[in-house]
């Protein structure tokens, strides 16, 4: 039970539930990190707010290419998990090939070749 001016810390990923029981005023703070579990992070993204995902996407190709590439190297290992599983179905909810196209577009841009991603 957490007392009036006590903190209380919960590492990443940690699951947790707050119950109140009484009025009360929390400040919380929640960030992106690539030192946890960043490709979960990007997954989650992904499949709630697929607008959001592709304009991240974008400034990380401008400004952090090296997590860019993770996003695609995590994209690619999730398409063959699923092309062993399930010929012909693509993961997160079936429209991965609606990312593959972008992805093709920025890695191309990114690399500077024009290798295709199979998506």
């Given at each position: 039970?957490?007392?009036?001016?006590?903190?209380?810390?919960?590492?990443?990923?940690w699951m947790h539930v707050v119950?109140?029981?009484?009025?009360?005023?929390?400040?919380?703070?929640?960030?992106?990190?690539?030192?946890?579990?960043?490709?979960?992070?990007?997954?989650?993204?992904?499949?709630?707010?697929?607008?959001?995902?592709?304009?991240?996407?974008?400034?990380?190709?401008?400004?952090?290419?090296?997590?860019?590439?993770?996003?695609?190297?995590?994209?690619?290992?999730?398409?063959?998990?699923?092309?062993?599983?399930?010929?012909?179905?693509?993961s997160l909810n079936g429209e991965?090939?609606?990312?593959?196209?972008?992805?093709?577009?920025?890695?191309?841009?990114?690399?500077?070749?024009?290798?295709?991603?199979?998506?």
């Open positions: 039970l957490q007392e009036v001016g006590e903190t209380v810390f919960v590492p990443n990923g119950l109140n029981l009484e009025l009360s005023v929390a400040v919380t703070h929640n960030y992106a990190s690539e030192f946890g579990p960043f490709e979960r992070m990007w997954e989650e993204v992904w499949r709630e707010e697929r607008d959001f995902a592709l304009r991240w996407f974008k400034g990380l190709k401008r400004e952090r290419e090296d997590l860019a590439l993770r996003i695609v190297a995590f994209q690619r290992r999730q398409q063959d998990e699923d092309c062993d599983k399930d010929k012909g179905k693509d991965m090939g609606e990312f593959g196209g972008h992805v093709h577009e920025e890695k191309s841009d990114i690399e500077g070749g024009n290798g295709s991603i199979c998506l």
